[in-house]
């Protein structure tokens, strides 16, 4: 991960990345990942519906604390081979002071599919 921040794009470019919201409905250990990782189905609402996802947030959050939980990801990257499965968004987050990731979220429930801006 870069330290430094990226350089100067335009306001058109930022608006080709959608981030939606949405909300983690299953969550599996993923064993087969490189990395340590989970499987996620995450609903992104009446429009874009459910996804799939690995996610390497084993080391903050338990399985048991992501179903019903609120995310933000990136839905119109092309689908990615992850080991066995077909990621096909990709669930956003912050390093913490160790550099795990820290999940994104609203501060409030809001509806699924709502779009970044």
Known sequence: MADQAAQTIAFDDFLKVDVRVGTIVEAAPFPEA???AY???IDFGDEIGLKK????I??????????????????NFPPRQIGPMMSEVLTL???DADGEVMLIAPDRPVPNGGRLY
């Open 34 to 36: 490189r990395k340590p």
């Open 39 to 41: 499987r996620l189905v």
């Open 53 to 56: 996802t690995s996610a390497q």
């Open 58 to 75: 084993t080391r903050n959050y338990a399985l048991d604390d992501l179903v019903g939980r609120q995310v933000a990801a990136v839905v």
């Open 93 to 95: 987050g912050f390093p």
